[in-house]
């Protein structure tokens, strides 16, 4: 039997920590291409995957939302990878694609494409980059993504499509 997110963290609130790793084991994935694409570092991603899944267990009882996990989930893995960019003096923001990512018959043009993007994504502001992200690589809408960043969600709305106008004036 399949459990909702908001069944799951009720479980877990209650000290299940098997439903905790199911309601986990469903973002896993998103969360650390998201890490992925902040850190632009495989190893460093999984430690804010890792680093993250800890902190919110810990605090699992303090979500009242049950239906905002995902938001609360992206939101302290933001913070933590900023943390990490942070301690290591890491300066710029960008990202990378996954090395999971099928690899392109043409391996020059995907190093040219991913040029490209990074430098697509380094003209937006930290804000816009990190809109853009959440919402192409962590595949979360916009009221999770005004949840994670402290937006409303037309206020997400609006700056994800300015932004994502200028990755199109850019890349073109």
Known sequence: ME???AALLK???DGNASAFSALYARYAEEAYR???AILKDAHAAED???ETCIKVYQNVRNIRN???FKAYFFKTLS?????MLRRSALCAVGTELSEDCPASENTAQTAELRTDLAAALDTLSEEERQIVLLSAVAGLCSKEIA????MTAGAVRSKLSRSLQKLR????
């Open 3 to 5: 459990y909702t997110a």
């Open 11 to 13: 479980q877990a609130k």
């Open 34 to 36: 998201y890490a992925r």
């Open 48 to 50: 804010a995957v890792q």
């Open 66 to 68: 049950p239906d905002a």
């Open 79 to 83: 913070n933590t990878a900023k943390t």
């Open 147 to 150: 949840d994670a960043v402290g």
């Open 169 to 172: 004036t850019y890349l073109s």
